[in-house]
């Protein structure tokens, strides 16, 4: 069976027993456990030995006063809200206890609904502050070396980023080439919001043709075109509340991008075919490996768009760029492959394989997909070189580019902000700024060496 929801329960302290009853039975019939107290003396011991979420006091009352039980509250439980009531002549008091701690403060007479309505708010905010410690304690797990493998100056880079904008409503673009795992950190950082138990939806715009990716965002309504039999929810509407994924947003058409752009502006999905709007509360997180500046100069993507987007942007450096990752990397993706085919006989790499791994230069992100294939194809409990498949080295598609005769100084400047781009991630900003020039020049040195 269903667990019954515990009620919020509220302590009323007031020395006329009959306010406090009939404020207590009040709160009873607005979904609260609320109980009276016409004693201040009683009201500290009962702070002492139960536990209530809030306590709604008396300012003047013999004995101990409403700011006496509030400094008491605040000592047993300093996030407890407190709400504070007054006659008229005692605001100033009253507004000292907002001072020293109370949530609020009420001049009789009040209503049972404004109380319950403040007090509603305050245990609200209560909530909220336990909900992000916790979020805060998990994010903490989640980035921690054990989820994200960060030896290298690029990921930590990557985590420091990812820790300050998790909880962030704000558009979040990650870069990076294929195989850099820009779902992986997509999906982090959902698991890490506020938004974490709602839906985190993925759509991958490169795998859905371009006729029916603007039904499949944003849902049609029946008759909208041919072969739409029936009203179908859009990706915005699976997602409210919660987060959307949107692969390879590079591939989106420039007319679609438009229409994103709206709904990132607004709030506000129309379905195809449907005559209204309707609101949606989705975060969205897009990701690309293309260059979408290169795209905007080529007339493919639109800029209103790149700079909705790219509020926060996560550039995630290729495997080549994260040398010191490489140990772990290897560990983690072989255990992964274990996992996957327990029947496999190889338990071990052997010190050459490591070691080939480690000297790769991996011109492509494809270490997961090769340490699964020599536990697929390994023939003995612990793989050789020769159950590695050829590693195809970038030094070798190419020749050294500084060993070759002497060229113009302007020709070995393009190559070298090419190389320099590689050697920093892909990251064109910081690469600019090391090479001394600014992001327009850079991309046109780049666009002139291929």
């Not at 139960?50 to 006496?68: C, H, N, Q, S, Y």
């Not at 008491?72 to 006659?87: G, I």
């Not at 709602?198 to 499949?216: D, I």
């Not at 502006?265 to 290169?294: C, S």
Request: glycine share 8%.
């Amino acid at each position: 069976m269903p667990r019954t929801p515990r009620l919020p329960r509220v302590l009323v302290v007031d020395d006329s027993a009959e306010l406090a009853a009939t404020v207590a039975d009040g709160l009873e019939g607005r979904g609260y456990a609320a109980r009276a107290c016409s004693s201040s003396v009683e009201a500290l011991q009962l702070l002492e030995a139960e536990e209530f979420d809030a306590l709604v006091t008396d300012l003047r009352m013999p004995e101990v006063d409403g700011l006496g039980l509030l400094a008491h509250s605040r000592r047993l439980a300093p996030e407890r809200p407190v709400l504070v009531m007054t006659a008229f002549a005692a605001i100033d008091t009253a507004i000292e206890s907002i001072r020293r701690g109370a949530y609020h403060y009420l001049t009789k007479p009040f209503t049972v609904e404004e109380l319950a309505l403040f007090l509603g708010r305050a245990l609200d905010e209560v909530a909220v502050r336990r909900e992000a410690r916790a979020l805060k304690s998990v994010l903490g797990e989640r980035f921690a070396p054990g989820q994200f493998v960060a030896e290298s100056p690029g990921m930590r880079r990557v985590l420091e980023v990812m820790e300050r904008v998790a909880d962030a409503e704000a558009p979040i673009l990650i870069l990076g080439e294929t195989g850099t795992g820009k779902g992986l950190v997509a999906r982090s950082l959902h698991a890490a919001s506020r938004r974490a138990a709602a839906p985190f939806v993925t759509l991958n715009c490169a795998a859905v043709p371009e006729a029916l990716l603007e039904s499949e965002l944003f849902g049609h309504v029946r008759g909208a075109f041919t072969g739409a039999v029936g009203d179908q929810r859009g990706l915005f509407t699976e997602a409210d509340g919660g987060t959307l994924f949107l692969d390879e947003i590079g591939e989106m058409s420039p007319a679609l991008q438009a229409k994103l752009l709206h709904v990132l502006e607004t709030g506000q999905v129309r379905p195809v075919g449907a005559p209204r709007e309707r609101g949606v509360d989705v975060r969205v997180i897009a990701a690309t490996h293309r260059d979408l500046r290169d795209q905007i100069a080529r007339g493919a993507f639109r800029q209103d768009l790149l700079y909705r987007l790219e509020v926060v942007t996560i550039e995630i450096p290729p495997l080549r760029a994260r040398r010191e990752d490489l140990p772990g990397l290897i560990e983690h993706f072989f255990r992964a492959a274990l996992a996957k085919h327990p029947g496999s006989p190889v338990r071990s790499l052997s010190p050459d394989v490591v070691r080939q791994l480690l000297e790769h230069r991996w011109p492509g992100n494809e270490l997961a997909h090769l340490l699964e294939r020599v536990v697929l194809l390994g023939r003995g409990p612990e793989a050789v070189p020769a159950d590695l498949p050829p590693l195809v080295d970038d030094r070798e598609q190419s020749p050294n580019r500084f060993g070759l005769p002497v060229r113009s100084i302007r020709q070995l400047q393009r190559e070298y902000a090419a190389w320099a781009l590689e050697q920093l991630g892909g990251q064109r900003g910081r690469t600019a700024e090391q090479l001394g020039v600014d992001g327009k020049t850079l991309a046109r040195w780049l666009s002139e060496t291929g």
